[in-house]
């Protein structure tokens, strides 16, 4: 019985930058398309942190670090709003706020523009 190929892939990125999941689809297909006979599923991609970038038999369900920050970053200004709103009222240290978001990440906006000449160059304008 032989086994079936598998990669690992290491990706260097500059702070502050992450890769988005079709710049992770793309090069997992980039090294399984090299590779004869291996499978997408046998490619795993981190990075240089040793962050696992693929996820593999997932439901999708599962949240990243960049998205966990962000949740704890909504729950944690919305419960010093409720503080600074309500201490007026009922006194300072008299109240404690706990806040639990539920965020949907799975939908996408994305917005586009677009420049194209009338069709004639010499009736083209620049955008500057």
């Known amino acids: 019985e032989q086994k079936s190929p598998s990669a690992s892939v290491t990706v ?5 930058r992450a890769l988005d999941e079709g710049q992770i689809s793309a ?3 980039l090294v399984s398309s090299a590779v004869a006979g291996l499978p997408p599923g046998n490619v795993t991609l981190v990075d240089q942190g040793g962050h ?3 996820q593999s ?6 949240l990243n670090d ?3 920050k962000y949740a704890s970053d909504v729950e944690g ?3 010093r709003r409720i503080e600074a709103i309500l201490s007026p009222i009922v006194g300072n240290g008299n109240i404690h706020a706990q ?9 996408k906006e994305q ?3 677009q420049y194209r000449p009338n069709g004639d160059e010499s009736h083209a304008a620049l955008r500057s």
């Open 111 to 113: 917005t586009e523009e």
């Open 12 to 16: 260097n990125l500059l702070p502050g």
């Open 27 to 29: 090069i997992v297909h």
């Open 52 to 54: 696992l970038l693929t």
């Open 57 to 62: 038999n997932t439901s999708g369900r599962d």
């Open 66 to 68: 960049a998205q966990l």
């Open 99 to 107: 806040v639990t978001a539920q965020l949907d990440f799975a939908s």
């Open 77 to 79: 200004r919305i419960q």
